[in-house]
């Protein structure tokens, strides 16, 4: 029965290309500050004349990615992040953000303010390379109140829940 459940979700998760990679153990700031820059990046530069619409969208990724870059910089190999994950699993990441229940704005305000860029900064740099972006088990210590709160979409974590209640 739950080998046929599983099988079932990996389906819809293909054909609905739901994102599995964003669960609550990746970086609580990684995923604020990647948020914030594609916000912020998103209208600044202008579409030069002459300059079709698919290579405008990949100079605005560039760009985000070279803000993130910028931000992050100051930790060692562990935020580490090639240019094509990032584009990957960005838009995932918008529409996990954007599409946030709006039952729960409180939940996201808090979750956002937690993980400000600001924040980061403030941080020290020892407190910052204990972080990573994939598998950040300090913000998952230090922030689980704030990580349980991102909204999850991960097929295995829901068959993982069905296990548990079924037990």
């Not at 990684?30 to 002459?50: I, T």
């Not at 953000?97 to 305000?109: A, F, G, T």
């Not at 403030?122 to 972006?133: A, I, Q």
């Amino acid at each position: 029965m739950y080998h046929f459940i599983y099988k079932a979700v990996k389906f819809v998760e293909k054909r609905l290309k739901w994102p599995g990679h964003f669960c609550r153990n990746t970086c609580g700031f990684g995923k604020v500050v990647a948020f914030e820059l594609s916000r912020e990046v998103k209208n600044s530069p202008k579409q030069e004349p002459g300059e079709g619409y698919a290579k405008y969208q990949a100079r605005l990724l560039q760009e985000q990615f070279r803000q993130f870059k910028s931000v992050i910089s100051s930790v060692g190999n562990n935020f580490i992040i090639e240019y094509a994950k990032y584009v990957r699993k960005l838009p995932s990441l918008r529409d996990a953000i954007v599409k946030w229940s709006p039952r729960k704005l409180n939940e996201k305000k808090k979750y956002q303010e937690t993980f400000l860029r600001e924040n980061w900064k403030k941080l020290p740099e020892m407190r910052k390379n204990e972080d990573s972006f994939l598998s950040c088990k300090t913000c998952s210590l230090q922030f689980a109140d704030k990580q349980a709160l991102f909204p999850v979409k991960s097929a295995f974590l829901k068959v993982k829940a069905l296990n548990k209640l079924a037990s």
